[in-house]
């Protein structure tokens, strides 16, 4: 029997330890793969904050007439009605006429009507009218301590609401959408403390409210309504000037530039967004005296009570500052009799607070005296502070 052949010298250095014989089968030596993990995929980065103007647009963008409680929607309608009495007295008075002779002078798109002129043009030329003619009348409906004002923004709503064949119900959410975003800022400036620096707060933030009640009507969505909003800061302008046609036109101007805002938004035109987040921009006139709180843009939105129900009701045809001398006997208060018959006694009228009248469209809510329209701790005095307004106020 043969033996097996001995191995080579090249397989002993290849296996120096091992006895290895030619009838062995030799494996070569097994060389390990090395296993290579995947990284596994980042995490998502997180979400920025959201703006609160993005807040308040998407607030504003969602909000149905079937959110609001019926006082709220019942105290819109006739706030409105009040607006269209005051667009229509207003219509005959020195600066409505001058306005409605240099619109017909300038032409425009038959679009729309204007409340009195007797012809149609643009939606834009008809809301600067109609807020001018409101004014007009000096029957303006202000919420205080803040001065939000019906007449610089409501006026505005008719004409889009008439080009876009809008309903009842969308006017009115769209009213009180308008009010409760121009309150809001105003009251993070806050509004009163504008006053002081001779700016007047309707036409500071009531293209806020216009530019966003606009786009309601025009069913933009939230981005573009936040490009509406942002670029109608740009226009917040006005000083407080009584006494002169430029008090009324100042209305005028707030509504057109607000409606003229949402128009090119829904073209495609853009904004800064994230320029009203800041206590710089249009809150400069105030960063000195350290009272801005940009808190108030946002919190508790789209809670009850809404922001319009806060207006008080003015009963007469005279500026804010003066209508309280016409209260007959000061410290009593009007019998329901008396007040439908536009013969109410107000209440305690001091010479700074609300000077809301009584009317009984206009339900009672509390505050001094049981004045309707007049929220609570406004009544003798600002609500705030306890300090009068500035002599000069005419709005």
């Given amino acids: 029997m043969s033996r097996p052949p001995k191995p080579t010298d090249h397989q002993r250095k290849l296996f120096p330890d091992k006895d290895i014989t030619m009838t062995q089968t030799i494996e070569p030596p097994v060389v390990e793969e090395a296993v290579v993990e995947e990284a596994a995929a980042p995490a998502p980065a997180p979400e920025p904050p959201k703006r609160r103007a993005q807040r308040v647009c998407e607030w504003a963008v969602g909000a149905d007439y079937k959110d609001f409680p019926a006082e709220t929607v019942e105290f819109t309608k006739a706030l409105l009605l009040k607006t269209i009495a005051g667009m229509i007295a207003g219509s005959r008075e020195p600066a409505a006429r001058i306005l409605t002779t240099y619109f017909a002078e300038q032409g425009g798109s038959p679009e729309v009507g204007l409340v009195g002129a007797g012809y149609r043009s ?23 301590p803040n001065f939000t004002s019906a007449y610089w923004m409501l006026p505005a709503l008719f004409p889009v609401a008439e080009k876009q064949t809008a309903s009842g119900k969308d006017l009115i959410t769209a009213a009180i959408v308008t009010w409760e975003v121009a309150s809001r800022y105003s009251s993070a400036g806050p509004g009163e403390a504008l006053m002081s620096t001779h700016i007047c707060p309707p036409s500071w933030f009531g293209p806020l409210g216009v530019a966003v009640g606009t786009a309601k009507l025009l069913k933009l969505d939230a981005g573009r309504t936040e490009h509406a909003l942002s670029m109608a800061g740009s226009w917040s302008s006005g000083l407080g000037q009584a006494g002169c046609d430029t008090h009324f036109l100042e209305s005028g101007h707030t509504a057109k530039m607000g409606v003229q805002s949402a128009f090119l938004a829904r ?40 922001r319009i129900n806060r207006a008080c009701i003015k009963k007469y045809s005279a500026t804010s500052s003066n209508s309280w001398t016409f209260s007959p006997t000061p410290g009593s208060e009007s019998g329901t009799a008396d007040a439908a ?9 001091r010479r700074v607070g609300c000077r809301a009248g009584h009317h009984p469209a206009f339900p009672r809510r509390g505050g001094q005296g049981g004045v309707r329209g007049c929220p609570p701790g406004l009544a003798g005095g600002n609500g705030r502070t306890g300090r009068g307004w500035p002599k000069w106020f005419g709005c």
């Fill in 122 to 144: 643009t939606v834009e030329n008809a809301a600067y009218a109609n807020a001018t003619f409101a004014h007009s009348s000096e029957l303006e409906d202000n919420e205080m």
């Fill in 341 to 349: 018959q536009g013969q109410g006694r107000g209440h305690h009228r």
């Fill in 267 to 306: 073209l495609g035109a853009t904004a800064e967004l994230g320029v009203l987040d800041i206590k710089n921009g249009i809150y400069a006139p105030l960063v000195a005296n350290g009272e801005i709180d940009l808190t108030k843009i946002d919190a508790d939105l789209g809670q009850a009570p809404y």
